[in-house]
């Protein structure tokens, strides 16, 4: 079932792109709760590095840069899609 979930997760992440891009567009802003969005970017930047270093999924460590230059909106998805690859 999680293979099947793979295109949710980049929608949702180009969703997110799309979303910190309009907000930054509309006032220079990248998110409304910037206290909170840092919270949650380093929490997911951290579950990352954890589970990458038990999974060896090296490549969803490519959502890192993600969560940070454009939000966790963008990185959380990005980072479920890279995670949700198939085994090979």
Known sequence: MIPRL?????VLAA???????WL???GGEWAPAG???AIAAL???????AE???????EALAAIPAVWLIGPGCG???YLFLRARPVR
């Open 76 to 78: 959380l998805p990005l």
């Open 15 to 21: 969703a997110g792109a799309a979303h910190a891009w």
């Open 24 to 26: 930054w567009a509309q």
């Open 52 to 58: 990458t270093a038990v999974r060896r999924n090296w």
């Open 6 to 10: 793979r295109p949710v997760w980049l």
């Open 43 to 49: 929490t997911l930047s951290l579950w990352a590095l």
């Open 35 to 37: 206290g909170d969005m």
